[in-house]
């Protein structure tokens, strides 16, 4: 595999990694077949990456070892619980999640089984951005507003309010 391949899925899915390690996990980034994936609270990213491995590893420590890697072309198994990461002159050993944790985490993650055929994918209005700039300013992030909480986008409006501002931001495109 080329390791500038691997790097770059990494650094993809390194947006949707809980820094803070306060959810079991959610510091962890999941090999999945043939899908590299994070998950938080708020958002979750894939990456398409073939491994035809199953194991979750900590993304940050993952990502700061193979950056400093000097080897083109990684080989990548697991063996014994462990993610193993090779090139000419390195070895990398790293502890994977046990497959019951393992387990927990694909149950928490099961909304991303979808495959992108799956998927009714549409093309955002070219002013997508700054719609959802523009209705950020009002969104409430309070639980006691329930649906209304955060910024809703429907085909081509945005809606937000946190109960005292109220934002609509009709697309042009």
């Not at 198994?77 to 193993?84: A, Q, R, T, V, W």
């Amino acid at each position: 595999m080329d390791r500038k391949e691997l790097v770059q899925a990494i650094t993809t899915v390194l947006t949707g990694i809980e820094r803070s390690g306060s959810s079991l996990g959610m510091d962890y980034m999941v090999f999945q077949g043939e899908w590299l994936r994070s998950m938080k609270d708020f958002v979750s990213v894939s990456y398409p990456l073939k491994t035809d491995i199953e194991c979750a590893v900590k993304a940050e420590e993952l990502h700061k070892v193979l950056s400093k890697m000097e080897g083109d072309q990684i080989r990548i198994s697991l063996d014994k619980g462990k993610l193993s990461i090779r090139d000419q002159g390195t070895i990398l050993n790293m502890s994977a999640l046990s497959q019951d944790t393992l387990n927990q985490l694909f149950g928490r993650m099961g909304a991303l089984y979808s495959s992108p055929e799956e998927i009714d994918w549409q093309i955002l209005p070219d002013d997508f951005n700054e719609g959802l700039e523009l209705s950020f300013l009002s969104a409430g992030t309070a639980p006691s507003l329930g649906p209304y909480e955060g910024i809703h986008f429907d085909k081509q409006q945005f809606m937000s309010t946190d109960n005292t501002r109220i934002s609509i931001y009709k697309c042009q495109s």
